[in-house]
């Protein structure tokens, strides 16, 4: 872990949201035994016990992919 922040998360522009919640903002970058391979993510977590709704928005689904022949 990178860097561990408390702050209200707030959802995109379009995204109907009631409230802001308090979470916790965690940010870590992930590497690989080969230290050319590093990733960074950022990822929110409720700060609330009984959280009045998501904190990060539902993750796209996926498209299906054609079947691999061959």
């Keep these: ?6 702050g209200y998360y707030e959802l ?7 409230f802001l919640q ?13 230290p050319r ?3 960074n993510a950022t990822v929110a ?3 609330a016990v009984n959280a009045p ?3 990060e928005r ?3 689904p996926r ?3 054609p079947a691999r022949t061959g």
């Design 12 to 18: 995109g522009w379009d995204d109907d949201q009631r």
């Design 22 to 34: 308090p979470a916790y903002v965690v940010f870590v970058q992930l590497v690989s035994p080969d």
């Design 63 to 65: 498209e299906p992919q």
């Design 45 to 47: 977590i409720p700060a």
């Design 53 to 55: 709704g998501p904190v």
């Design 37 to 39: 391979y590093r990733m």
């Design 1 to 6: 872990m990178t860097d561990l922040r408390l």
């Design 58 to 60: 539902e993750p796209r």
